[in-house]
C-alpha cells in the first residue's frame, strides 16, 4: 500500500516535471498534480482552518476571540440565528489556493488531493463527523447540463470515497432556477431567491439521516439554509454543513 502511494506521489511529480502547470494563483510551477491548481508557496500562504479556531459554533464564522474548550461550543456570531442548519464549517478561507481550486472546479470536474485532505479533515471533527449520509447541494437541470456536471457533487463524490459515506444526488432537487451572485444583490436579496428553490425528492431517503450537505463556498449561507429546511422538514435529524471555503467576515 504504501510502495503503491510512494510510486503515485513519483510519477505524479514526474508528470509534474514533463507537463508543468503554471500556478493559477503566482504563474509559478505546480511541483505536483496532489495540489490541483495552485503551487506549494500558495497552498501555505492560504488560511487552512485546522479545527483550532475559534469560530461561532453554528456558522463556523471565525471569531477570532480565545475560549476555554468547555466554552466552543456556546460561541455564536447571532448572524446566523435564523438560519436552518444544525451547524456549518469551511476547509478554509475563500483567498489564494482555495479560492482558485473553487474558481477550477467550475471548468473542470476534479478535486485534488489537497482538497480531499483537507475536507476529510473537517469532516473528521464533531460534530460532522456524526454525518450518515452526503448531499451536494444541487443546480438547476439546465445549469448542470450547460455545464456538463455539478461541482457540489463532484466534491461530493470525492469525500464520500474518502470516509466510506454514501451519496445522494438524487433526494434533494432544485426547482427553480435562481441567479445566484448577481451583483447588487444584498443578503437578503440572495435570501429571497432561494428561499423556496429547493424540495426533497426521496423523504424516506432523508428521514432520521444526519445529512453533510456538500457546496463550494459559504458565501450569506442563504443557499445551504434554504436547503436545510426542506432537509429538516423530511424528516433529517441534523444538516451538517461543509463547505471548500467561505470569505472572512465583511
Ligand atoms: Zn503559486
Ligand atoms: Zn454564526
Given at each position: 500500500?504504501?510502495a503503491i502511494r510512494?510510486?503515485?506521489?513519483?510519477y505524479?511529480s514526474?508528470?509534474?516535471?514533463?507537463?508543468?502547470?503554471?500556478?493559477a494563483v503566482?504563474g509559478d510551477s505546480v511541483e505536483?498534480?496532489t495540489?490541483?491548481?495552485?503551487c506549494e508557496?500558495?497552498w501555505?500562504?492560504?488560511?487552512?482552518?485546522?479545527g483550532?479556531?475559534?469560530?461561532?459554533?453554528?456558522c463556523g464564522?471565525?471569531s477570532?476571540?480565545?475560549?476555554?474548550?468547555?466554552?466552543?461550543?456556546?460561541?455564536?456570531c447571532?448572524?446566523?440565528?435564523?438560519d436552518s442548519?444544525?451547524?456549518?464549517?469551511?476547509?478554509?478561507t475563500?483567498e489564494?489556493a482555495l479560492?482558485?481550486?473553487?474558481?477550477?472546479?467550475?471548468?473542470?470536474p476534479?478535486?485534488?488531493?489537497?482538497?480531499?485532505e483537507?475536507l476529510?479533515n473537517?469532516?473528521q471533527?464533531?460534530p460532522?463527523s456524526?454525518?450518515?449520509r452526503?448531499?451536494?447541494?444541487?443546480?438547476?437541470?439546465?445549469?448542470?447540463q450547460?455545464r456538463g456536471f455539478?461541482?457540489a457533487?463532484?466534491?461530493g463524490?470525492?469525500l464520500?470515497?474518502?470516509?466510506?459515506l454514501p451519496i445522494d444526488e438524487?433526494?434533494?432537487?432544485r426547482?427553480?432556477?435562481?441567479?445566484?451572485h448577481?451583483a447588487?444583490?444584498?443578503a437578503r436579496?440572495?435570501?429571497e431567491?432561494?428561499?423556496n428553490?429547493?424540495?426533497?425528492s426521496?423523504?424516506?431517503?432523508i428521514?432520521?439521516e444526519?445529512?453533510?450537505?456538500?457546496?463550494d463556498?459559504f458565501t450569506?449561507?442563504?443557499?445551504?439554509?434554504?436547503?436545510?429546511?426542506v432537509?429538516?422538514q423530511?424528516?433529517?435529524a441534523?444538516?451538517?454543513?461543509?463547505t471548500i471555503?467561505?470569505p472572512?467576515?465583511?
Amino acid at each position: 500500500m504504501l510502495a503503491i502511494r510512494a510510486a503515485n506521489l513519483f510519477y505524479d511529480s514526474c508528470l509534474a516535471l514533463l507537463y508543468p502547470q503554471a500556478c493559477a494563483v503566482c504563474g509559478d510551477s505546480v511541483e505536483s498534480r496532489t495540489l490541483g491548481v495552485a503551487c506549494e508557496r500558495c497552498w501555505q500562504a492560504t488560511q487552512i482552518f485546522t479545527g483550532n479556531e475559534t469560530v461561532c459554533w453554528k456558522c463556523g464564522a471565525v471569531s477570532g476571540g480565545v475560549v476555554s474548550p468547555e466554552q466552543r461550543e456556546e460561541v455564536r456570531c447571532r448572524r446566523c440565528d435564523a438560519d436552518s442548519f444544525t451547524v456549518a464549517r469551511a476547509g478554509g478561507t475563500y483567498e489564494g489556493a482555495l479560492r482558485a481550486s473553487v474558481l477550477a472546479l467550475k471548468r473542470e470536474p476534479h478535486v485534488c488531493n489537497k482538497l480531499v485532505e483537507l475536507l476529510v479533515n473537517v469532516q473528521q471533527q464533531h460534530p460532522l463527523s456524526q454525518a450518515t449520509r452526503i448531499v451536494p447541494v444541487p443546480l438547476h437541470k439546465e445549469r448542470e447540463q450547460a455545464r456538463g456536471f455539478n461541482q457540489a457533487g463532484i466534491v461530493g463524490l470525492a469525500l464520500a470515497r474518502a470516509v466510506s459515506l454514501p451519496i445522494d444526488e438524487i433526494s434533494l432537487k432544485r426547482t427553480e432556477h435562481t441567479t445566484r451572485h448577481r451583483a447588487g444583490m444584498d443578503a437578503r436579496d440572495r435570501r429571497e431567491s432561494v428561499e423556496n428553490a429547493f424540495a426533497v425528492s426521496y423523504p424516506a431517503l432523508i428521514a432520521g439521516e444526519r445529512i453533510l450537505l456538500i457546496d463550494d463556498v459559504f458565501t450569506s449561507g442563504a443557499t445551504v439554509s434554504a436547503c436545510a429546511k426542506v432537509l429538516l422538514q423530511a424528516g433529517a435529524a441534523d444538516v451538517f454543513v461543509l463547505t471548500i471555503a467561505r470569505p472572512l467576515p465583511y
